[in-house]
Structure formats: C-alpha cells, structure tokens
Nanobody, 117 residues
Framework: QVQLVESGGGLVQPGGSLQLSCAAS????????MSWYRQPPGKERELVARIRSGGSTNYADSMRGRFTISRDNAKNTVYLQMNSLKPEDTAVYYC???????????WGQGTQVTVSS
C-alpha cells in the first residue's frame, strides 16, 4: 500500500536548520510531483514547496531563499532543507505526492517542527 513517512522534525532554535525527509513507497515515485505543506497552530494547511517529476521547483514566497526542496528518485525520498528558521515556521509539516493525470494525491502523517528559544 501507499506510504509516505516523514522524519527529521523536532525542536530548533531561531536561526537554526533542519532537514525533513519523506520516504515513499507503494507508487511510482518518479512520476509524481512531491510537495511539502505545513499547518501552523490554529491555521490552515499551506504549500511550502513543490518539486515536479521533471525536477522543476516552486516555493511559497515566505520560504524562498531559506528552504530547499529536493528529491532522490533512486531512494524514493523527498527532502526539505530548512535554514534560518523563524518561530513562525513552527508547524506540522506534511509530505504530499500528487499525479494530476491520475487525479491521485497521497499524504503523510506529518512531522512537528518547533522553532523556539
């Protein structure tokens, strides 16, 4: 069955860095656009970054320049490198796999990132 398993979250001080990973299985990873979303406390889920099957990327404005999304199709894994973290980056971060032509979307269970001194 399809699985998306996020890891790498935790507590970090402002200005620090974290790398999130999302290990995928149960579908043809290389054919899917992979995205990271986040949901801050009391707010709606929002897109952080997306990397398409061909490797093109896009970022939410507030994350551009601080966050980097990448994928390793050989390992069926997508990463999110987060630098210069701010308290407002505190959220549950979710991995998403989507295939527009198949109208298919899968979600991971989320990983908590807390930025606090």
């Amino acid at each position: 069955q399809v699985q998306l398993v996020e890891s790498g979250g935790g507590l970090v001080q402002p200005g620090g860095s974290l790398q999130l990973s999302c290990a995928a299985s149960g579908f043809t990873f290389s054919s899917y656009a992979m995205s990271w979303y986040r949901q801050p406390p009391g707010k709606e889920r929002e897109l952080v970054a997306r990397i398409r099957s061909g490797g093109s990327t896009n970022y939410a404005d507030s994350m551009r320049g601080r966050f980097t999304i990448s994928r390793d199709n050989a390992k069926n894994t997508v990463y999110l490198q987060m630098n210069s973290l701010k308290p407002e980056d505190t959220a549950v971060y979710y991995c998403n796999a989507a295939h527009a032509a198949l109208s298919t979307s899968y979600w991971g269970q989320g990983t908590q990132v807390t930025v606090s001194s």
